[in-house]
């Protein structure tokens, strides 16, 4: 994981920037909700995060469970929150995120638990291997606006492909929007004036 990293790239491009730095940590931030307890729980099949933190992964996750908060986990930062931020390492944000919800992975994608093994043998393991690979061929869609996007796209060409009906079609949408514009029932109550 290197999202630490990342961030602490952009924070000291201040001393070149401050305007830039901002704008970019501002974004940078807004993409953190992705990181939750369930996510997190990826970075055990990931070859990119050290042996010794997916050991302590393990060990949380195997002697902790009960112990763990059952509320949602996520990362919500604000602009204020960067300096203690970049003050932990990549490893106490893994670890700080895990929860119950963090062992669903294993049920959820049909993955013989693995973590009684030694992290420095998972490599050799039929379950971790299965797991890893289960988790490489999920597809990833990184942002409800590329589903929106999608999902009009299918509904648009699911009424019509007549070109011509579409734009009909769009318009009759934005005239009903210009004359409804909320949905409160006193908005729909007023009569049609064609």
């Known amino acids: ?4 990293d990342g961030l602490r790239e952009i924070k000291k ?9 901002e704008v970019a940590v501002s974004k940078f931030i807004n993409h953190l909700y ?3 307890e369930e996510c997190v729980a990826f970075s055990l099949l990931d ?3 050290d042996v010794n933190t997916k050991l302590k992964m393990a060990q949380k996750m195997q002697t902790e469970i009960d112990e763990m908060e059952d509320h949602a986990k996520k990362l ?3 602009i204020s929150d960067i300096p203690t931020f970049l003050s932990k390492s990549n490893e106490e944000i893994l670890i700080s ?3 119950k919800k963090s062992a669903d992975i294993f049920d959820r994608f049909k993955i013989e638990n693995f973590l009684h093994i030694s992290p ?3 490599l050799n393991s039929s379950a971790y291997q299965k797991g890893k690979n289960a ?22 060409n699911s009424i019509t492909k007549d070109e011509s009906q579409k734009q009909f079609l769009l318009q009759t949408v934005k005239d009903y929007r210009s004359r409804y514009p909320h949905s409160t029932k006193s908005t729909l109550s007023n009569p049609l004036n064609i």
Do not use: H
């Open 76 to 78: 919500n930062l604000k």
């Open 1 to 4: 994981m290197c999202t630490n």
């Open 97 to 99: 995120l895990l929860s």
């Open 135 to 156: 988790i490489e061929q999920l597809k990833v869609v990184n942002d409800s606006a590329e589903r929106g996007v999608k999902l009009i796209e299918d509904f648009n």
């Open 13 to 21: 491009y201040e001393q070149i920037d401050k305007i830039i730095s």
């Open 47 to 49: 070859e990119r995060i």
């Open 120 to 122: 420095f043998e998972w």
């Open 34 to 36: 992705y990181l939750t």
